[in-house]
């Protein structure tokens, strides 16, 4: 993987110095990462496929892309955004402008030419092309954040009407009998543990939102199923507790 450099002298060999590129200490754990959020890594470059393939091992990249061309960087990603990928490209060079524009999202390096400066979306000022671990978890947090919250929300409303509608209708309809699983003390008390409960549960999750929900670097499914577990299972069970008890502690005054 390295470039041989041969010195001579008078035409006789004196010994030959290895050039190779230096890779970051601890590039493939960040790799991994990656690799751990479902994000596919490939490494283009216009190197040799020898050099390429010592490099992409060595460093721990999915898979590489030696002896390219600007244009081949750009039609790889079109390929990629075809097959319905979303694409993340991180360069230095000019002749990387072409596939920062063309990517999703394309991140050049502080250090690279203003060509490819101009090109991306960002500029990254620590030149790390691991960088992107950071963007992908600051906006999958953000995301991750607003749909727990709404998944909390909508259940929590659903559960709520479900706990507090039969109470307040069970004197004009009596068939919400069955339905009226809470017991509340009275239609009265059942609007007031609900107005209640919604002054006590919007201030809980004024934190979560700031703050954001943790994110872990696991496959969007796992994440899609701890989130419901906690948040939609929650949303759901909070309600009926919560209004139960303060329910119980408003009977004992109306």
């Known amino acids: 993987g390295g470039t041989p450099l041969v010195v001579s002298m008078n035409e006789q060999a004196l010994g030959v110095i290895e050039l190779q590129d230096i890779i970051k200490t601890g590039i493939s754990e960040r790799f991994e990462r990656l690799r751990k959020m479902g994000v ?17 091992e060595k460093a721990g990249v999915d898979d590489f892309i030696a002896e390219a061309k600007p244009e081949d960087k750009m039609n790889y990603i079109k390929h990629e955004q075809a097959n319905g990928k979303l694409v993340a490209m991180m360069g230095d060079g000019t002749n990387d402008a072409p596939a920062l524009a063309q990517a999703d999202v394309g991140v050049a390096m502080n250090s690279g030419t203003q060509a490819a400066k101009e090109a991306g979306n960002m500029v990254d000022l620590d030149n790390d092309p691991t960088k992107l671990i950071e963007i992908i978890e600051i906006g999958k947090q953000l995301l991750i ?21 039969p109470a307040l209708f069970i004197a004009s309809i009596p068939a919400l009998q069955s339905l009226n699983i809470m017991g509340l003390h009275s239609p009265e008390s059942a609007i007031m543990s609900a107005v209640i409960f919604n002054a006590i549960i919007i201030p809980i999750l004024i934190p979560i939102a700031l703050k954001g929900v943790d994110y872990k670097p696991i496959g969007a499914s796992a994440l899609l199923r701890r989130n419901l577990l906690i948040y939609g299972l929650g949303g759901v069970i909070a309600p009926f507790i919560g209004i139960k008890l303060i329910d119980m502690l408003v009977g004992l005054f109306v």
Do not use: E, Q
């Open 145 to 165: 954040t607003r749909g727990t919250l709404t998944t909390f929300s909508i259940a929590n409303d659903v559960a709520k009407y479900f706990a507090i509608v």
């Open 40 to 56: 596919k890594t490939v490494m283009v470059t216009g190197d040799n496929p020898l050099t390429a393939k010592f490099i992409a």
